[in-house]
């Protein structure tokens, strides 16, 4: 029986829901949308070939748990091994970051996540990040909004309740007793704040997503998995498109999602700073124990050799040693630590040229004259300069390093370059210059005609690529290894001076690490425009902040940049 203060506030809120109907009108729209995109959801994980991948394991945690505790996980790609009989355990609540060496399988892992091939109970939603959402007519704000499928299936169930007879009585209460629960009434302003922390404004959030690059709608998608508030969310690369402003707030909100992310195969508390010390002293006391239990293993072995067939007390002693071997073996030894292979990125040093060699002199410019995006720049840069670019998505970063290399020409003023100066520019869409049904080798001896095939297996082994990752086709090479087939080919023509446009996009941290050595040791030029924190900290000695059509250098280091974008964000 429903209670007088219960009815008074099904009254209030069936007022609400007439009221929000002739307001919004658009509420079977936005259903209908929130169908479609689930649909094409659904299509893209179908459109996965997942006879590539074979993906096993036993749920050992409770079926309506909140946790999930997988045992017996083993995952193979292309008839290789990526994780034998491991477990893989998530908790509620918790946050965790998934580390490996490219090519290893993390995301090989997340897709077997997404797509559901692991036992995970089917009362745990999944939401799998891996592409931009659909160019459409909708709105970016309103793409936000009518992804969250539950919440639109509620509130149409409430307005069919509302409009029976008898009021939708109890039925209509446990409708908006769920609605209140997911916070329904302000899903608007959920979605918006959500989309402003990823760099939308207000006039970009009414914009048709049809009116976005492939990056602003990975952004579109990101906020969608965040505004949807899965039980398990699975991000793969999510600050590849981010912007440091955005990639500082997402950090911040990262910090305060409540449910589960992807975890990696080995638990381990803490940062990552943490994760890299209490790893090296655990591989410093499992490699003490292996060799003390080694060094007893060969004693032992080597008097049962010797005296197991000498004089009964010495045999019974040799049996004796025979058993406490058995018994240790039983008990389980310890391995020996295998290191991770250790990268070495390796640029060609190509001496000095005499400053200046490259030079901007009043240089301005805009894709038209009445909307420019710099105005009287005058800078130089030169073969010791250390050079990172920061500032907002728009400001006009990859403009600049297209002005820098002359694929675009100012429209007043001049870009003056050294006659012998060679430049290479790293961005993201060299990646669609690969032929990927060719191996990397082959790749580079079309690209390089002319040179011996062990000078090419050198070239690209310089970036991390060797043996059969050479000669396969690089459709089957992880994202992170096509990129090491750009950087080969990038540091084949000996460049003076690099130019890279977020070149850790895929890269793993080792990887990014020999990047950063490789970097600090060459002798050419540096302009840098990244998302990565932590890179621009190893390699960069200037920060040049691009905002208001200007480029001004920051006073500080980039870590005091940060701190700048958090306390003007409020976090």
């Given amino acids: 029986m429903v209670s007088d203060a219960s009815k008074k506030k099904a009254a209030q809120k069936k007022a609400a829901a007439a009221a929000k109907r002739g307001a919004k009108s658009s509420a079977a729209a936005s259903s209908s949308s929130a169908s479609s995109a689930a649909d094409k959801a659904a299509n893209g994980i179908a459109a996965l070939n997942l006879s590539d991948r074979t993906c096993t394991g036993v749920l050992a945690s409770h079926p309506l748990s909140r946790d999930i505790h997988i045992e017996s996980l083993s995952l193979t790609f292309h008839g290789h091994d990526l994780i034998v009989d491991s477990e893989l355990e998530l908790n509620y609540g918790r946050r965790y970051g998934l580390l490996g060496l490219n090519g290893c399988g993390k995301s090989t892992l997340l897709t077997a996540i997404g797509c559901r091939e692991l036992p995970i109970p089917e009362h745990m939603d999944i939401h799998h990040l891996t592409r931009e959402i659909e160019a459409s007519d909708m709105s970016a704000l309103q793409a936000v909004i009518c992804c969250d499928e539950e919440r639109v299936k509620l509130e149409k169930e409430a307005e069919i309740l509302a409009a029976q007879d008898d009021g939708g009585g109890e039925a209509l209460d446990l409708v908006y007793e769920r609605l209140e629960a997911m916070d329904a009434s302000t899903a608007e302003k959920r979605a918006a704040e959500i989309l402003f922390g990823l760099g939308f404004d207000k006039q970009m959030q009414a914009k048709p997503t049809r009116d976005f690059s492939g990056g602003w709608r990975m952004r579109i998608a990101l906020a969608r998995a965040l505004f949807m508030n899965p039980t398990i969310l699975l991000l793969d690369e999510p600050t590849n498109h981010l912007d440091l402003e955005a990639c500082v707030w997402l950090e911040e909100k990262l910090k305060n999602f409540e449910r589960i992310l992807n975890k990696t195969l080995k638990l381990y508390t803490g940062n990552y700073d943490q994760y890299v010390q209490t790893r090296s002293e655990l591989e410093e006391n499992q490699m003490k124990q292996y060799k003390w239990e080694q060094e007893q293993i060969a004693n032992m072995k080597e008097y049962i050799a010797r005296f197991g067939h000498g004089s009964a007390k010495l045999a019974r002693q040799a049996q004796s ?251």
């Fill in 321 to 571: 040693k025979e058993k406490t071997l058995a018994k240790m073996e039983r008990g389980g030894l310890a391995e020996k630590v295998v290191n991770d292979r250790i990268l070495v990125f390796r640029f060609t040093d190509v001496g000095k040229l005499p400053p200046p060699v490259l030079q901007f002199a009043d240089v301005t410019f805009g894709y038209t004259p009445d909307n420019l995006i710099y105005k009287n720049l005058d800078f130089g840069v030169d073969l010791d300069s250390r050079v990172a670019l920061v500032g907002p998505n728009g400001a006009g970063k990859s403009t600049l390093l297209k002005l820098m290399t002359g694929d675009l020409s100012p429209l007043d003023g001049m870009v003056r370059r050294h006659n012998h100066l060679r430049i290479a520019q790293f961005h993201q869409h060299l990646t669609e210059k690969l032929d990927l049904d060719m191996p990397a080798l082959q790749y580079m001896m079309r690209e390089y005609p002319g040179n011996e095939e062990e000078k090419m297996r050198a070239a690209i082994g310089k970036f991390g690529l060797s043996g059969k990752a050479q000669v396969m086709p690089m459709k089957n090479l992880s994202d992170g290894q096509k990129a090491r087939v750009i950087f080969a080919w990038l540091a084949f023509r000996q460049p003076q001076m690099l130019l890279l446009d977020e070149p850790t996009n895929h890269l793993d941290i080792e990887t990014i690490d020999s990047l950063a050595e490789a970097l600090k040791e060459w002798d050419g030029g540096l302009v840098l425009v990244s998302h990565d924190f932590r890179l621009i900290n190893q390699v960069a000695q200037e920060i040049w902040v691009c905002e208001n059509q200007a480029v001004t250098r920051w006073e500080g280091d980039i870590m005091d940049f940060k701190q700048h974008l958090k306390k003007r964000a409020g976090l």
